[in-house]
């Protein structure tokens, strides 16, 4: 009908995916408009089916319920073209329980000369607009009813409202800047469970089907007096895989929110393990200079899944040692079961192994040097271990969020960024060049993410070796959790002796 159209075109954005594709739309997606010094939030909501008892639609008409009842006014979009179907008065009866104001956007009326198709309907009995979303036709009488009918006036000498969000958590002072997170991954891994936990309510529709999210889903969170704003986006799958049209929108805005957040959670499923589409979103949230938390999602069915594998081993082990004990000798039993000295031999790497599975501590650490050697580029980013489906040391996850946007936005003075460089002996940063390479200072020219200038007496960039030497000795003096660090190389203007050239004898002058 035009829906998420119409919503860019009252908040001036192009937050909401529009194709021909219907049924793109599926969870809330909120905006800020702003008209004749009004500002108000528009709420997009996914096609409505009322009776259809599927997954997908049972759960849009949830979400849109939720924002039914959180409106001041409701607006309901229909293709003017088309006229009323049963579906739409159906809407309209159910729009009418509610007992709010309603209006009508007849859409698709792109002149006065089509004005006259919205005749139909007005049986409703509700004010119709006959309106172009697309081309912004009469969008602006429905703006003027919205400020003249629906809000309340402005009092006098009062200043217009200037379009931003408003915080209305008095916990959350006015200049307090949210953080914000962009939680990515593939398809299916759990990130819109996991903002529903974060958030704390059902933002975000859950679904084992993959694919379920469309659209980048904001949400915002205060905590400990903290505000966070949480963006769910869709599952970034390989270019050869993404051939619907919404689906390569839905990755390109999800690319977009990771350029645009402070922190990216990379979710991953544990169940699964790091695989190459995980490196490949890994290198775009690494590219566009966020802070980076690995979150190994589906940790109890990991857990659960090793306990079989132990329990299997178990198994298989003891009924190994049946049939040896069959076919040897008592006095070769006692032989491989002791040392010479009578107590056991050390354990064998399968008996290691069994035990790493049925200790959880172990089996995380042993997990974490997994994905480490898998994503050897984000060595830099903690590894957090939780499930979204149970909420396990989903609280851990907070106060990781704070310090890796604080690490991001950290500033070092020139001062001390010299003073550590004195006391790091590059001698030991190894490099294949054949001119030794001499660091005579060093400054930061930004920060988000931290950026340092080396004056060196090379033209030619470091190689990555020696970077990665002088990242590592950095992260070791200042905390830099979670945040990725830029160099880049300056050649230092040399002196008149380094030139070549005598310096000037200094002029006598007499006393």
């Known amino acids: 009908m035009g829906k998420s159209t ?71 979009v229909v293709d003017a073209r088309t006229g009323l179907t049963p579906l739409d008065e159906e809407l309209a009866r159910l729009l009418r329980r509610t007992g709010k104001p309603i209006v009508m956007a007849a859409n698709k009326v792109d002149s006065l000369q089509q ?54 958590d008095p916990k959350v002072s006015d200049d307090t800047a949210a953080i914000r997170v962009a939680i990515i991954g ?30 980048s889903v904001d949400t915002l969170v205060s905590r400990g007096g903290a505000l966070y704003e949480f963006v769910d986006t869709a599952g970034i799958r390989r270019k050869g895989k993404t ?19 402070d922190v990216a959670l990379l979710i991953v499923d544990a169940l699964e393990g790091v695989t190459g589409g995980d490196a490949t979103i890994a290198s775009y949230a690494e590219q566009s200079g966020c802070s980076v938390i690995i979150v190994m999602n589906k940790w109890d069915l990991a857990l659960e899944a090793a306990r079989k594998a132990s329990e299997a081993e178990k198994l298989k082990g003891a009924q190994h040692r049946e049939s040896l004990q069959h076919r040897e000798s008592p006095r070769e039993k006692n032989r491989k079961g002791r040392s010479p000295s009578g107590s056991r031999r050390d354990e064998d790497p399968r008996a290691l192994a069994l035990r790493s599975l049925t200790n959880p501590a172990l089996l995380m650490t042993e997990y ?27 609280p851990n996850l907070f106060p990781l969020i ?51 200038v080396l004056f060196t007496n090379q033209p030619a960039r470091l190689h990555f070796s020696y970077e990665r ?6 992260r070791e003096a200042f905390d830099f959790t979670a945040a990725p660090l830029r160099f880049l190389q300056r050649l230092k203007e040399r002196g008149h002796r380094e030139r070549g050239k005598k310096p000037s004898k200094p002029r006598r002058t007499r006393a």
């Open 6 to 76: 119409l919503f860019n075109r009252l908040t001036g954005t192009r937050r909401s995916i529009v194709t021909d594709e219907p049924g793109i739309t599926r969870d809330r997606i909120y905006g800020t408009a702003n008209w004749e010094g009004r500002n108000f939030q528009v709420v997009d909501t996914g096609g409505i089916v009322p009776e259809d008892r599927a997954a997908i639609p049972r759960d849009i008409l949830k979400q849109a319920k939720v924002a039914i009842e959180s409106a001041t006014v409701l607006v309901l």
């Open 115 to 168: 004005v006259e198709v919205t005749g139909p309907l007005h049986k409703l009995g509700m004010p119709v607009f006959p309106l172009s979303a697309e081309h912004a036709f009469g969008v602006d009488e429905l703006l003027d009813y919205f400020v003249e009918k629906v809000f309340p006036p402005l009092p006098p000498g009062a200043p217009p409202e200037t379009g931003e969000l408003v915080v209305a």
């Open 186 to 215: 593939r398809p299916n891994v759990g990130k819109s469970a996991l903002l529903n936990q974060l958030a704390g309510e059902e933002r975000s529709i859950v679904s084992p089907v993959a694919g379920t999210t469309r659209d």
């Open 243 to 261: 051939k619907l049209v919404a689906e390569k929108l839905s990755v390109i805005m999800a690319i977009r929110s990771v350029e645009r957040a």
């Open 368 to 394: 974490e040097k997994l994905v480490r050697d898998k994503l050897k580029f984000l060595s830099y980013a903690p590894v957090v271990f939780l499930s979204a489906l149970t909420g396990e040391r989903i």
């Open 402 to 452: 704070d310090r890796a946007a604080a690490a991001r936005r950290r500033r070092i003075s020139t001062g001390e960024l010299n003073r550590w460089l004195a006391g790091v002996d590059l001698e030991r940063g190894t490099s294949p060049a054949t001119r030794k390479v001499k660091i005579y200072y060093i400054t930061q020219a930004s920060s988000a993410p931290p950026t340092f």
């Open 469 to 474: 030497f002088l990242e590592n000795r950095l």
